[in-house]
T-cell receptor, first 113, second 119 residues
């Protein structure tokens, strides 16, 4: 069964304290892995897409990496405004563009000033 | 680019009434739109997928007669919750995906969500 597991469930950091969020996945084949950021009461905001093992993408203080089993979202020197829930989703390799994404439960990140 | 709007952002309705939520892609043509529901502390639950001009495909367990979805144009999809009851209270979020490269990439762009409260 296709599954996405994110850890930790919640993470509290001090401003400037770098850390990583994990997204482990089990799918028969990977067509793409997505990271989103969601603020309370808002819709998810797209961050990155990764397609193959070894791929890395960066945006400001965030860097996403991908292996054959998991993805990491590295946060370097976080600021309070990075506080949000980070969601990971996987698009399985199946025929048809309507194949739905498999979502993790998210990691709630709080960055204290 | 890739901005999606939703209206209204919140709505309160009485039990038994219907409420319509609009989802618009503002700067791209959305060949596919998705409707999600999200409960507190839970992840996104896909309700249905709709392609422009076609009937929506509903996920297992979602009542198609209760949650009416219309995707009449490449920039607009609507979700109508019919005969709403308190258990329908939730956060509803739409997402949109364009054709061509966007379809291949699979990236969905989300609206800001609609908080529905049924009293």
């Amino acid at each position: 069964e296709d599954q996405v597991t994110q850890s930790p469930e919640a993470l509290r950091l001090q401003e400037g304290e770098s850390s990583s969020l994990n997204c482990s996945y089990t799918v028969s084949g990977l067509r793409g892995l997505f990271w989103y950021r969601q603020d309370p009461g808002k819709g998810p905001e797209f961050l990155f897409t990764l397609y193959s093992a070894g791929e890395e993408k960066e945006k400001e203080r965030l860097k996403a990496t991908l292996t054959k089993k998991e993805s990491f979202l590295h946060i370097t020197a976080p600021k309070p405004e990075d506080s949000a829930t980070y969601l990971c989703a996987v698009r399985p390799l199946e025929a048809g563009n309507n194949r739905k994404l498999i979502w993790g439960l998210g990691t709630s990140l709080a960055v204290n000033p | 680019g890739a901005v999606v709007s939703q209206h209204p952002s919140w709505v309160i309705c009485k039990s038994g009434t219907s409420v319509k939520i609009e989802c618009r892609s503002l700067d791209f043509q959305a060949t596919t739109m998705f409707w999600y529901r999200q409960f507190p502390k839970q992840s996104l639950m896909l309700m249905a997928t709709s392609n422009e001009g076609s009937k929506a495909t509903y996920e297992q367990g979602v009542e198609k007669d209760k949650f009416l979805i219309n995707h009449a144009s490449l920039t607009l999809s609507t979700l109508t919750v019919t005969s709403a009851h308190p258990e329908d209270s939730s956060f509803y979020i739409c997402s949109a995906r364009g054709g061509g490269r966007q379809a291949v990439d699979g990236v969905q762009y989300f609206g800001p969500g609609t908080r529905l409260t049924v009293t």
